[in-house]
């Protein structure tokens, strides 16, 4: 099967950057996915990493290294709206699979 | 708009009594997606169909059923099998199977008392 961890919870400041890191266990997989959702709201794409190395989208960047099983979601110049729970998800043959997902909260 | 439609919102039903969530998508996705979250659980897949008349269990797919009848429309029956029925239902879809650039409807959560 597979499995994904990420923190639970991380705090950061208006304007900061911060790193939300994924390690993953999986005997195979094509990419790996960020999702953000904000309370009791729907999911939605943010960014998504096929091969190893860095994919910028604006304030967001995602990053994947297979040799190391890992990944972290990279949010800059943080805004009170960035405040939400975010979700690394491993893409496979069919489906995806979601870690538990990450709660952000930014702070004036 | 293309999107997904999930209704309704808020759904509350006695126990031991099925219930149908209902899924529609205007975006002419060949795939769609039910995945249940709790509190903690992140998503967790139920059950998902890559082409119409054709669908397969995901996780935890015990208590639950699916149609997937027309292209557009895939609903989610939770049945008096399932145990732990509250939660918070999402359905998504996506152009092909492969999980890439899901899109997600707004949710529905189910109540059981």
């Known amino acids: 099967g597979q499995s994904l961890e990420q923190p639970s919870e991380v705090t950061a400041v208006e304007g900061a950057i911060v790193q939300i890191n994924c390690t993953y266990q999986?005997?195979?997989?094509?990419?790996l996915s960020w999702y953000q959702q904000h309370d009791g709201g729907a999911p939605t794409f943010l960014s998504y990493?096929?091969?190893?190395g860095l994919e910028e989208t604006g304030r967001f960047s995602s990053f994947l290294s297979r040799s190391d099983s890992y990944g972290y979601l990279l949010l800059q110049e943080l805004q009170m709206k960035d405040s939400a729970s975010y979700f690394c998800?491993?893409?496979?043959?069919?489906?995806?699979?979601f870690g538990k997902g990450t709660m952000l909260l930014v702070s004036p | 708009d293309g999107g997904i439609t999930q209704s309704p919102k808020y759904l509350f039903r006695k126990e031991g009594q099925n219930v149908t969530l209902s899924c529609e998508q205007n975006?002419?996705?060949?795939?769609m997606y039910w995945y249940r979250q709790d509190p903690g659980q992140g998503l967790r897949l139920i059950y998902y169909?890559?082409?119409?008349?054709?669908?397969q269990k995901g996780d935890i797919a015990e208590g639950y059923s699916v149609s997937r009848e027309k292209k557009e429309s895939f609903p989610l029956t939770v049945t008096s099998a399932q145990k732990n029925p509250t939660a918070f239902y999402l359905c998504?879809?996506?152009?092909?199977?492969?999980?890439?650039?899901?899109?997600f409807g707004s949710g529905t959560r189910l109540t059981v008392v």
């Open positions: 169909s890559q082409i119409v008349n054709d669908f």
């Open positions: 999986t005997s195979g997989f094509y990419g």
């Open positions: 990493n096929a091969l190893d």
């Open positions: 998504a879809s996506s152009i092909e199977g492969g999980g890439v650039g899901y899109t």
């Open positions: 998800a491993l893409s496979g043959y069919s489906t995806l699979t």
């Open positions: 975006l002419n996705h060949d795939a």
